[in-house]
Every structure is written in C-alpha cells, then in structure tokens.
C-alpha cells in the first residue's frame, strides 16, 4: 500500500489549494479514504472522508462548506479542495485508508495559511 500526497504550499487566508493523494497497491476503487490534518502541538484530526464510489462524503465541522473530498478511482487518486483558507487550517495534511492490514497513512503534505 502507497499514498503520495501532493499539492501543499504557502497560501493567503481566503486562498485555495487543492490536494491529491495517488494510491497504489490495493484495489482503491473499493476503499473509503480520508484526509486528515496535524496542526504543531494538536491531536491528528478527521477532515474529510469519502465512500469507496464517492457517493458519500463527511466532513469536519470546521472544514464544512469550505473543503470538498473527491476521487477518481480509473486514476486511483482522492483529492481535496480547500477554499477559503484560514490560518487555523495550517497543517500536515494525510491521506489515509484502512486496509486488512491497519491504517496507511501518506509521507503528508504541509500546507501553510499565512499573510
């Protein structure tokens, strides 16, 4: 199992970023994924999370109506928009999936709000 997160950066408030996350080495299109976020001194949280054929999505409360979980499993790949960034959603964000095996996290990918 692989997950290789891309698309962080250093971002405005008010900004928007989109994340992807490709996996490899599992059947993808029959596994719920998620995002989630470690902000430096907080507890990992849940952002988001998606059914294994999208038709199903959940989302943090402080994340709702701003950010938006999607996958494409031809191209194995679940992506993130981020709208309307705030400082408080700087973090390393992880794409993740539970396997037969236990959770599988990606490397992560850092994403910064900042002026």
């Known amino acids: 199992v692989q997950l290789v997160e891309s698309g962080g950066g250093l971002v405005q408030p008010g900004g928007s970023l989109r994340l992807s996350c490709a996996a490899s080495g599992f059947t993808f299109s029959t596994y719920t994924m998620s995002w989630r976020r470690q902000a430096p001194g907080k507890e990992r949280e849940l952002v988001a999370t998606?059914?294994?054929?999208?038709?199903?999505?959940n989302y943090a409360d402080s994340v709702k109506g701003r950010f938006t979980i999607s996958r494409d499993n031809a191209k194995k790949t679940v992506y993130l928009q981020m709208n309307s960034l705030k400082p408080e959603d700087t973090a390393v964000y992880y794409c993740t999936t539970m396997t037969s095996v236990g959770r599988r996290w990606g490397q992560g990918t850092q994403v910064t709000v900042s002026s």
């Open positions: 998606i059914t294994s054929n999208g038709g199903t999505t």
